[in-house]
């Protein structure tokens, strides 16, 4: 696995699987993703697919981890994401993907065994800002196109017990593959004041 550093990321990152081509300078991840990759089990048929590259880091504690996410948009799903990762079976991400009536949009997919997959609000143009925040047991997702005011987009809670890897991830599940920018990372160890507000 391919060890990264993202400056003011406070552990070292690595790719499981690695993508086609990525680059992490001066605070920006830029990755290339190959043809029909995606992290999905579905509910219909129980279908697994895992072949989305994920960059992640073990973090300790409540944090806030967001970053401005630009997707060069080209087939339904292209996405930029952040994600939460236990295993195969559990997880849980926070995508920028475009929608098959082509509007961008931001989703969320919360995987307890098979996949609970929430359309939230369609963005205007292929940049939005993204944050994944823990709060204990919990977590929440919020979603800005300002960065400056958050949506909270889900709050939930994966299983009592266990202790998410978090990181980024890029897919291109029916598509020939994307583009995808991490610019603005930004890593805040502490809990959020209030999950509704985003503050």
């Known amino acids: 696995m391919d060890r990264v550093e993202i400056a003011g990321f ?7 699987p690695a993508p086609v081509a990525w680059s992490a300078a001066e605070g920006v991840l830029a990755v290339e993703v190959g043809p029909k ?3 999905f089990v579905d509910p219909g048929d129980d279908t697994e697919t895992l072949s989305g590259p994920r960059l992640l880091a073990s973090v300790d504690g409540d944090y806030s981890l967001s970053a401005r996410v630009t997707v060069a948009f080209q087939s339904d799903y292209d996405a930029g994401v952040l994600l939460l990762w236990v295993h195969a079976r559990l997880w849980a991400k926070l995508c920028f993907e475009l929608s098959p009536q082509r509007e961008p949009m931001v989703v969320s997919v919360v995987t307890r065994g098979v996949s609970d997959d929430c359309n939230s609000f369609v963005v205007d143009g292929n940049v939005v800002s993204l944050r994944v925040a823990r709060l204990g047991p919990a977590f929440a997702f919020h979603a800005s196109t300002d960065a400056q005011t958050w949506r909270l987009v889900r709050y939930f809670a994966l299983e009592q017990g266990v202790d998410p890897r978090v990181g980024f991830l890029a897919q291109s599940p029916r598509g020939d593959g994307c583009s995808v920018r991490f610019e603005e990372i930004t890593f805040r160890p502490g809990r959020l ?3 509704r507000s985003g503050a």
């Open 10 to 16: 406070p552990a070292p990152i690595e790719w499981d």
């Open 37 to 39: 990759t995606d992290v």
């Open 193 to 195: 004041g209030d999950i």
